[in-house]
């Protein structure tokens, strides 16, 4: 991938976004947030499908759940790494039967629609997923891939909508209010530095592609994954079950492409909360994990992922978990 690709593929920011919303970047959160909730669409029974398939919480057994959302259906590259997350999470990381996937792409093949990732759609999947959950003991994997804002909102398209924007606000009411306790957030977005505030607590772990002025790269269509989410999942997660470690990994597999492609550091960002780290540590002990999983989605320009940096290096032998 060139630089200038590269560049072009990062456009998240302020000028693509007051173009291609109709309101702008600038439309007051506070407007969205006020608005009356959406008549329900007909896909909604998609969502209701996945969430009355889900596997029951295995009792005395931490249990992994699984929620992905890909805001922007008009780039393939995020649907993409929601499906790789579902198939990740079920066949490696011993959640099979508990992963919500909310996609705004057409469907593939017709007549068989994701749910829509949207507003309404978040707090369902986070509600049915509370109901199923040990809330004292099983672990929410939330994973948002999709376009950032400066003023760090998230972009959720659809064709035939109207484009809408969900902020850090929205994001921690739908997980408040569905009464899961501890979560694992992770934004491929630019700008994604900027959710942390919002939705960190002594019980989550927030992990952002970019700094909160910065922006991430490797949306557009001619990618296959975001730098992140390529370096993260199919990198980190693939070698390693702890999402702190994976991050680390991925971190400075970004930080070696965007060196050599010369762009502007995106500076990956991590919080973690007091009491996280143990309710982990307690899930990663109950998993044998599953044999890595190759990334199926090929870049058009036939990008070869471990020269460019994008895979994270294996760990020493014995920390696998």
């Given at each position: ?9 990062s ?21 969205l947030?006020?608005k ?59 959640a ?22 949207t ?5 369902k999947?986070l ?92 949306c557009?269509?001619d ?17 390693t ?6 991050f ?11 060196k ?30 599953g ?31």
């Amino acid at each position: 991938m060139t630089r200038r690709s590269a560049l072009l593929l990062s456009l998240c920011t302020v000028p693509l976004l007051a173009s291609a919303i109709g309101f702008g970047v600038g439309y007051a959160a506070s407007k969205l947030e006020g608005k009356a909730a959406a008549p329900p669409r007909q896909d909604d029974a998609a969502l209701m499908v996945q969430l009355a398939g889900l596997a029951p919480q295995r009792p005395g057994h931490p249990d992994l759940f699984v929620l992905g959302f890909a805001g922007d259906g008009s780039e393939q590259v995020f649907e993409n790494e929601v499906l790789f997350l579902r198939d990740l999470a079920g066949q490696r990381l011993d959640a099979a039967g508990r992963v919500i996937t909310l996609s705004n792409h057409a469907a593939t093949p017709p007549g068989q629609p994701w749910p829509e990732a949207t507003r309404a759609n978040l707090r369902k999947a986070l509600a049915g997923l509370g109901e199923r959950m040990d809330r004292e003991q099983d672990v929410l994997l939330l994973y948002f891939t999709t376009h950032g804002t400066e003023d760090h909102q998230l972009l959720v398209r659809r064709e035939g909508r109207q484009d809408r924007l969900l902020t850090p606000a929205m994001i921690r009411q739908a997980l408040d209010e569905s009464g899961i306790r501890h979560r694992v957030i992770a934004i491929s977005a630019c700008f994604a530095g900027g959710f942390i505030d919002a939705l960190l607590d002594p019980d989550t772990l927030v992990l952002a592609a970019a700094r909160p002025d910065r922006a991430s790269f490797g949306c557009g269509n001619d990618s296959a994954a975001t730098f992140f989410g390529r370096a993260w999942l199919a990198g980190g997660l693939n070698h390693t079950l702890d999402f702190s470690a994976a991050f680390d990994q991925a971190r400075l597999a970004i930080a070696t492409r965007e060196k050599a492609e010369t762009l502007r550091p995106s500076r990956p960002q991590l919080a973690r909360g007091d009491r996280i780290e143990g309710t982990l540590a307690a899930w990663r002990t109950g998993v044998t994990p599953g044999p890595s999983l190759p990334y199926p989605y090929t870049d058009p320009e036939g990008l070869d992922a471990e020269a460019a940096g994008l895979t994270a290096p294996r760990p020493p032998a014995g920390t696998s978990r």
